[in-house]
């Protein structure tokens, strides 16, 4: 073989591995800023958690005492660790997902409990979609009203994170279709309306256990 042949193929072969080794470093780096990336939100859900879990303790040390000028403070629902293991474990098999919440008007307490259930979806990767007070007045409890007549994975998730943490929620499925026809039957009906997108809101009442 002449001599400048083996060199053009020693030129080629170098090229090549040139080639493969900067495909091989740039892929390599993509795969490190995708998990970087993944470790960066997950930081920033769990400073946002951490932050709402420090305004929700700071705003009970600051509670009047039972018998102020307030009132008689209602029992506070508070989620132990294993509860909080037990719906976070469930959360984090579908992360990246939304939640909504709905509570009792004028109630701290359901406030401050949507607040701790909040913080274990933050946890596990969800988003608060939004959050409100009700229009109406909720029934003592925990509902969970599912849009379609089946749920998605996701919603099953949810509830089955709040089934295992012993919170025993209200579940009911084709909620969507259940509000338009109360709303035809009866236009002053008050319940939740859903937005298109929709698939499921966790509605809390006041404390069941409340003495009254």
């Avoid at 002449?2 to 030129?11: M, N, Q, R, T, Y």
């Avoid at 600051?62 to 403070?73: D, Q, V």
């Avoid at 401050?112 to 274990?120: C, G, N, S, T, Y």
């Avoid at 749920?151 to 919170?167: C, K, V």
């Amino acid at each position: 073989m002449p001599v400048g042949d083996s060199s053009k193929i020693a030129l080629g072969a170098a090229a090549a591995v040139l080639l493969l080794g900067g495909l091989w470093y740039t892929a390599t780096l993509r795969a490190q800023n995708a998990m970087l990336r993944e470790q960066i939100a997950g930081y920033e859900h769990a400073a946002l958690a951490a932050e709402r879990r420090a305004a929700l303790a700071e705003a009970g040390s600051k509670s009047a005492p039972r018998g102020s000028a307030t009132g008689n403070l209602k029992p506070q629902r508070m989620l132990s660790d294993e509860q909080r293991v037990a719906i976070g474990s469930q959360l984090s098999t579908t992360p990246g997902k939304k939640v909504w919440f709905v509570r009792e008007p004028n109630d701290l307490e359901a406030e401050a409990f949507q607040r701790e259930l909040e913080a274990v979806f933050l946890e596990s990767g969800w988003e608060i979609a939004d959050s409100s007070e009700a229009g109406y007045r909720i029934k003592a409890g925990l509902f969970l009203y599912i849009a379609d007549s089946e749920p998605a994975d996701h919603i099953s998730a949810a509830l089955n994170g709040l089934r295992a943490a012993g919170l025993d929620p209200f579940a009911g499925n084709g909620y969507r279709a259940f509000y338009e026809r109360k709303k035809k039957e009866d236009p002053n009906f008050r319940g939740n309306e859903l937005a298109p997108e929709q698939d499921f809101v966790i509605v809390i009442g006041p404390n069941p256990d409340a003495s009254t």
